[in-house]
């Protein structure tokens, strides 16, 4: 184990965390490792949405150039951040054991609780959200949000919304999920939300065998579902979708959807298999989306982004 394991990882507090979370699993192996910590474009552009940005993959191409470039030998990411398609040599390494998928609404401190029953502003960067929470409450304004849960919640509490929306799994890594929250149980989370990969070069056969040993099988195989129906369904464009799978008694329950921008239009599926059948099942379960209108949403979609 003479070799040095280079951990590539943006520079956020929470991926710090992330990154840390596997060098000290890493290092609990016998492995030597070091941190090398970058700055995404993601991180560098706060004044647009991400959607009218136009780069797939945002927040991981950066640290996909210092695998490729030899500067790194391994990258930490947020799995719901990772494109589906990886580019040419990088695979996936192992899927770390799944925290939270919830999303959760942060609301304003010096209010019990929030009344959705009138007209009120809430902030998200997320398409996802924004759709969703159109679709349950049509009459309210969403505002974009950008920036690392740091920065963010700070906006939250600086402006006149009546909060915002995040990830559990994020606010809780980093010890920062205030107790003026909810969480969203009718909300779909993105793809892998809560799940944290580790990709390593295809021809490293050193970091593949070491990253492998932190695989987590129920993790890497519902994430796997998700990520088959988001690829099956966007073709390359950022869209609003939700999906998350669970394996209960052997079986993995898979609940997806597509909305429009405006939250107007919802397609949804729910469907259960046994895990043994479960091939290409996230892709299937797409394939009946866009049969069932999800074609033409898409493309409504991508003429309106």
Not at 39 to 62: A, H, V
């Amino acid at each position: 184990m003479a070799k040095t394991i280079r951990i590539g990882t943006r520079d956020s507090e929470l991926a710090l965390w992330q990154a840390h979370t596997v060098q000290d699993q890493l290092e609990n192996l016998g492995y030597k490792t070091e941190l090398i910590s970058v700055k995404s474009t993601g991180d560098l552009i706060l004044d647009k949405p991400l959607y009218e940005l136009g780069i797939t993959g945002i927040f991981t191409k950066t640290l996909d150039v210092a695998m490729i470039n030899g500067d790194v030998d391994i990258a930490v990411h947020s799995m719901k951040d990772v494109p589906t398609q990886l580019p040419n040599g990088i695979v996936q390494g192992a899927v770390l054991p799944r925290a939270a998928t919830e999303d959760i609404f942060v609301f304003k401190k010096d209010k019990n609780a929030t009344d959705f029953t009138k007209s009120v502003t809430i902030a998200t960067g997320s398409l996802r959200r924004k759709a969703q929470w159109l679709n349950k409450y049509p009459k309210h304004q969403v505002v974009d949000l950008r920036g690392n849960v740091n920065t963010r919640l700070q906006k939250v509490a600086d402006n006149d919304w009546a909060g915002a929306v995040f990830a559990k799994a994020g606010l809780e890594r980093i010890n920062l999920k205030p107790e003026n929250h909810e969480v969203l149980d009718w909300m779909i989370p993105a793809p892998a939300q809560g799940a944290m990969v580790i990709a390593v070069m295809d021809n490293d056969a050193f970091c593949k065998e070491a990253c492998a040993k932190l695989n987590d099988a129920d993790a890497a195989l519902t994430t796997k579902v998700e990520r088959e129906f988001l690829r099956k369904l966007e073709g390359g464009c950022t869209a609003p979708i939700g999906a998350i799978a669970k394996i209960e008694d052997d079986h993995i329950h898979f609940h997806g959807a597509l909305f429009s921008l405006d939250g107007t239009q919802k397609l949804e599926i729910k469907e259960s298999i046994p895990v043994s059948e479960c091939l290409d099942f996230g892709a299937l379960c797409a394939l009946k989306i866009l049969e069932e209108g999800g074609r033409e949403l898409m493309e409504a979609i991508k003429k309106e982004l």
